[in-house]
């Protein structure tokens, strides 16, 4: 759900373009060949390219390298989605709401369902009064639950909408002042609600925008330094809230910045070792922040993406960026599905390893060695809009995204389109394959 942005260009005549567009090429060739030297140092080479169409790294060849007896499958969603907003209600319940159906008509879906972790079962209900994707949902301290923005058949929202669900009802409540979709949401202190950047229909966008639940209304913070999406947010045990990373005009950036809630002002950490877009970003047990892989632009004539074997550690106390290690394989597209465990171990299942192509192996990070092990293998290989949360059995529900029409189980659809997939499946961090009771989907 990545857009490409191109800018008009004017005034100049046309020797200077020529001239300018001559010297832009010099300095580009010398800085890039700066910036492949610098990143060589610290992350193994990744040839990413759309001609690669092979492998999934999570099967072919690897099958040696992992434990399958982590996972089982459990029951299948009523209705396959991606990039779905995601929240665990009061009860313990996982409620997943809209989300994205792949390449087809009226993709940004209405449909909602949530699953009981303790009957290992799927259940619809109420449709949200607008269909979205992209967008980021939160349970609020009555127990309702808020989404907010995304992605509508007719273009991006500001709509933000409240499920009940003593009463199973939708309502809707106050709008964003700036529509946006695939932004980040975190719940402060205070109990309100922060949202962060994200997409909107000119391109990323730098607005802070902060939901009060008692007046169901939305104000805007002070902005953030630099528009951007795909970045991670991470709500710091002092209740400030970091941000890093992303991409601005589809560029990666370096910057990082924490948000004060209390003084309402943004300031700039050091920077990363390493950009990365639609990375993985945890607070561990110990205070530090995790950044998992993500992506950057790779230097090709196809505009195609380097995923990404690096991760980070963030020390707050020290307001520093170190490296930690390199994950086994390289994933992408891994910030709705990488998680803690209760152990304090990092679960990252699947990620891209190649433009709009998951793998369904998954690894785990051991924070006090700073290493990464083999997981286990998913039943299906999942990469962009797939998503993972943490159940209050300890297990991980990890479930949907998108998958390539070509492969056996994405059912019907444009051939070559991608998918939206119902599957589900179930981590069990103890390494023992989870017996699970049948249950079909209502």
């Known amino acids: 759900m990545k857009k490409f942005n191109s800018k008009k260009r004017s005034g100049l005549s046309m020797l200077a373009a020529v001239t300018l567009v001559i010297i832009a090429i010099v300095a580009i060739i010398g800085v890039v060949s700066i910036v492949n030297n610098a990143l060589s140092l610290i992350e193994p080479t990744v040839t990413v390219t759309q001609s690669i169409t092979t492998t999934d790294y999570g099967v072919a060849g690897f099958s040696s390298l992992v434990n399958t007896s982590y996972w089982s499958s459990a029951a299948p969603m009523n209705v396959a989605r991606a990039f779905s907003a995601v929240t665990t209600l009061q009860n313990g319940s996982v409620f997943v709401a809209g989300g994205y159906a792949g390449e087809v008509a009226n993709s940004s879906i209405s449909t909602a369902e949530m699953y009981n972790p303790h009957t290992n079962k799927w259940t619809l209900v109420a449709p949200m009064l607008v269909g979205t994707a992209g967008a980021r949902a939160a349970t609020l301290s009555n127990g309702d639950v808020l989404v907010a923005g995304g992605l509508g058949n007719s273009g991006v929202l500001t709509t933000c909408q409240l499920y009940d669900p003593s009463t199973n009802t939708w309502a809707l409540t106050g709008n964003l002042s700036e529509a946006t979709f695939d932004e980040q949401i975190v719940t402060l202190n205070n109990g309100n609600i922060l949202v962060v950047g994200g997409d909107f229909s000119g391109g990323e966008n730098n607005a802070t925008q902060i939901y009060n639940p008692s007046i169901g209304t939305w104000s805007n913070a002070a902005p953030q330094p630099l528009a951007r999406a795909d970045m991670i947010v991470v709500k710091l045990p002092n209740g400030n809230v970091l941000v890093a990373g992303g991409h601005t005009a589809f560029a990666p950036t370096l910057l990082s910045t924490i948000y004060d809630p209390t003084t309402n002002t ?56 170190t490296m930690t290690g390199d994950l086994n394989f390289p994933r992408g597209e891994i ?35 700073g290493t990464w092990s083999m997981a286990g293998v998913m039943s299906v290989p999942r990469g962009s809009g797939a998503m993972a949360i943490v159940l209050d059995t300890g297990y991980v529900l990890v479930f949907g995204g998108l998958l390539p029409h070509t492969c056996s189980y994405c059912g019907s659809g444009t051939p070559g389109s991608d998918l939206a997939t119902n599957s589900v499946d179930l981590f069990n961090p103890n390494g023992t394959s989870i017996t699970t009771t049948s249950s079909t989907a209502s």
Do not use: C, I, R
């Open 266 to 321: 943004w300031n700039a950490t050091s920077p990363l070792m390493v950009p990365g877009g639609d990375s993985g970003g945890v607070l561990l047990h110990n205070g530090d922040v995790l950044m998992v892989g993500g992506y950057t632009p790779y230097n090709d004539s196809e505009n195609t993406f380097q995923y990404l074997y690096t991760t980070q550690l963030f020390n707050p106390s020290s307001d520093k960026w």
């Open 335 to 369: 910030g709705l599905s990488t998680v803690v465990l209760p152990n304090g171990e990092v679960l990252v299942p699947g990620g891209n390893y190649q433009p709009e192509t998951g793998q369904s192996t998954a690894e785990l990070y051991n924070p006090s060695t």
